[in-house]
């Protein structure tokens, strides 16, 4: 019996390990440019759509892909979303019907510089530190990503009504 516990037991770890070896990361497929660690890890959409973010008197400017959350937000904008600084990021919750999502666009992790969707929170998020140890944070959807330093907005401090909107 003991035995057998015990197989199970292994048995079940072995299959954790095989599924987490396995885990779609946001690397994955990705396009990078690595050269240069001030601005964005991740390249700019080629035929994306040019954003702008406003912190206050701060404009971020944003490129989304077409990924289907991207094209909702598009059709959404202008749209303001609440967000706070954190370690890594800046985030806000976000009503989970406004962010449809396709689930072979989940993966765990992200690229300094992205504009994710957290499907969990739901939450929507723009990431940039800390992308080596990313990967432990599942549920992310990328629908973009900044195209200005990452020093611009990891000089932000405090909450933001964010305002998004089509670039001029």
Not at 45 to 51: D, R
Not at 113 to 141: C, H, K, M, W
Request: with cysteine.
């Amino acid at each position: 019996m003991k035995r057998m516990i015990l197989f199970a037991v292994l048995a079940a770890a072995a299959i954790s390990i095989t599924a987490q070896g396995k885990k779609r990361v946001a690397r994955d497929g990705a396009s990078l440019q690595t050269r240069d660690k001030t601005i964005a890890t991740r390249s700019l959409p080629e035929n994306g759509t040019k954003i702008i973010m406003h912190f206050g008197d701060t404009e971020i400017p944003g490129v989304l892909n077409d990924s289907e959350t991207a094209q909702t937000l598009i059709r959404r904008l202008p749209y303001t979303v609440r967000m706070n600084r954190y370690s890594h990021d800046f985030c806000g919750i976000v009503p989970a019907k406004d962010f449809p999502h396709d689930e072979s666009d989940v993966h765990y992790g992200w690229l300094n510089g992205d504009i994710d969707y957290a499907t969990d929170g739901p939450y929507f998020t723009i990431l940039f530190e800390d992308e080596a140890a990313s990967e432990r944070y599942g549920n992310q959807v990328n629908i973009g990503v900044i195209s200005c330093p990452l020093a611009k907005i990891a000089a932000l401090r405090g909450s933001f009504d964010i305002r998004i909107e089509l670039a001029p």
